[in-house]
């Protein structure tokens, strides 16, 4: 099952709840998923090959990822359940561009593939990393915004933290992180927190 579709499994016992207390629920948020987004910019020695990402999910979420992935009950995923956790619940989510809305020279960059995939556990929040693999020359700019364009998933990039570098030593980085009201979207006409990278020898 993927992503939108493991949460709806938990959905209804929470839409019962509503209906049963008279709360209408026609207006209601529309997140049902929320998760923290950190991009490590991975470099070597032509520049960029690469963004890390670290998605940090609610309490929720994480409780069914566990329940449904987790098979020997230890709290942690195993190579063999992780594998599976990728097939059923990550895979999926190449037919959204794994949220990715990334900008390279100013010409958007489709995300298609990414690699490195894991899943684990860090304290109680369940998380997922993976590695968006880009070849990006000093002196071009980078942007990348982590967004559900449908609202289901709501990500929060922390604007004080959501930037992490690695192997960057050989470059002069200057990054910004902030709401970007031009890739405003939905009737709720959510502002996504954009990165802005640029880098140079």
Same mark, same amino acid.
């Given at each position: 099952?993927?992503?939108?579709?493991?949460?709806?499994?938990?959905?209804?016992?929470?839409?019962?709840?509503?209906?049963?207390? #008279?709360?209408? $629920?026609?207006?209601? &948020?529309?997140?049902?998923?929320?998760?923290?987004?950190?991009? $490590?910019?991975?470099? =070597?020695?032509?520049?960029?090959?690469?963004?890390?990402?670290?998605?940090?999910?609610?309490?929720?979420? #994480?409780?069914?990822?566990?329940? =449904?992935?987790? &098979?020997?009950? %230890? #709290? &942690?995923?195993?190579?063999?359940?992780? !594998?599976?956790? !990728?097939?059923?619940?990550? %895979?999926?989510?190449?037919?959204?561009? @794994?949220?990715?809305?990334?900008?390279?020279?100013?010409?958007?960059? !489709?995300?298609?593939?990414?690699?490195?995939?894991?899943? #684990?556990? =860090?304290?109680?929040?369940?998380? @997922?990393?993976?590695?968006?693999?880009?070849?990006?020359?000093?002196?071009?700019?980078?942007?990348?915004?982590?967004? %559900?364009?449908? @609202?289901?998933?709501?990500? @929060?990039?922390?604007?004080?933290? &959501?930037?992490?570098?690695?192997?960057? =030593?050989?470059?002069?980085?200057?990054? !910004?992180?902030?709401?970007?009201?031009?890739?405003?979207?939905?009737?709720?006409?959510? $502002?996504? $927190?954009?990165?802005?990278?640029?880098?140079?020898?």
């Amino acid at each position: 099952m993927g992503l939108r579709r493991t949460v709806s499994r938990g959905l209804g016992a929470v839409l019962v709840c509503l209906c049963l207390v #008279g709360m209408p $629920t026609r207006g209601m &948020a529309h997140p049902h998923v929320f998760a923290t987004n950190i991009a $490590t910019f991975e470099f =070597d020695a032509k520049g960029v090959k690469g963004i890390r990402l670290l998605w940090h999910f609610d309490e929720m979420f #994480g409780s069914l990822l566990l329940e =449904d992935y987790d &098979a020997d009950g %230890d #709290g &942690a995923f195993s190579p063999a359940e992780q !594998k599976v956790l !990728k097939s059923e619940a990550f %895979d999926n989510l190449k037919n959204f561009g @794994y949220f990715s809305h990334l900008s390279i020279g100013g010409q958007p960059h !489709k995300v298609t593939d990414v690699q490195d995939f894991t899943a #684990g556990v =860090d304290g109680a929040e369940v998380f @997922y990393s993976f590695v968006i693999p880009c070849r990006v020359a000093p002196g071009t700019d980078i942007s990348l915004a982590v967004f %559900d364009p449908e @609202y289901y998933v709501d990500f @929060y990039t922390p604007e004080g933290a &959501a930037v992490r570098l690695e192997n960057a =030593d050989a470059y002069s980085v200057t990054s !910004k992180v902030a709401p970007n009201a031009d890739i405003s979207f939905s009737t709720w006409l959510i $502002t996504p $927190t954009e990165i802005s990278l640029r880098f140079s020898r």
